[in-house]
């Protein structure tokens, strides 16, 4: 069955650091989809991004990266040089068999001090 | 509207009494996906509809929870005899197209509305 862990549950950095938040995923699928989304203290959650299990090939976007590793079934996300605007709870998600219900993970509170 | 709009925000009701909460998905999105997020928790599917058509109902806790999207654009996410339990953010979010197996579209989200069950 799918199943997406992020083990972190809340991490808490002093700005300007960097930080990684991990996610772990099991599917049944050999072509799939994952996804980031953030979540800010107004509660809409923001689309990061969506990779396509072909590509292996990190991605990179100002200060946010994404590493995509299929033989350890991890799409970690990094963020450089944090800010305070940073802080929010992160979810990683996959779709389901059906290709549109989304299995999420429990989400990663990030915390940026100033 | 630029985005998924939800109302109420915030709704507050008693035990036994029935809510309807409204979405606005982005204008000629084909999909529509109602979630349920608990505290501290990843939101959980509920519903998804293609155009008018609802395809799962699979999430539905119970048959006090009903949806519907009468003619493809706005939709409501009706609960009967509110339970403690319901207390959550319900989240609505939409897609320009159905999600196949070599594509999968990203979902826009509203901002929720937080129901309060006393």
Known sequence: AQKVTQAQTEISVVEKED???DCVYETRDTTYYLFWYKQPPSGELVFLIRRNSFDEQNEISGRYSWNFQ???SSFNFTITASQVVDSAVYFCALPMDSNYQLIWGAGTKLIIKP | GAGVSQSPRYKVAKRGQDV?????PISGHVSLFWYQQALGQGPEF???FQNEAQLDKSGLP????FAERPEGSVSTLKIQRTQQEDSAVYLCA???ARPSGISHNE???GPGTRLTVL
């Open chain 2, 62 to 65: 119970s048959d006090r929870f």
């Open chain 2, 94 to 96: 939409s897609s320009l």
């Open chain 2, 107 to 109: 979902q826009f989200f």
């Open chain 1, 19 to 21: 930080v990684t938040l």
């Open chain 2, 20 to 24: 309807a909460l409204r979405c606005d």
């Open chain 2, 46 to 48: 509920l519903t998804y």
């Open chain 1, 70 to 72: 299929k033989s350890t």
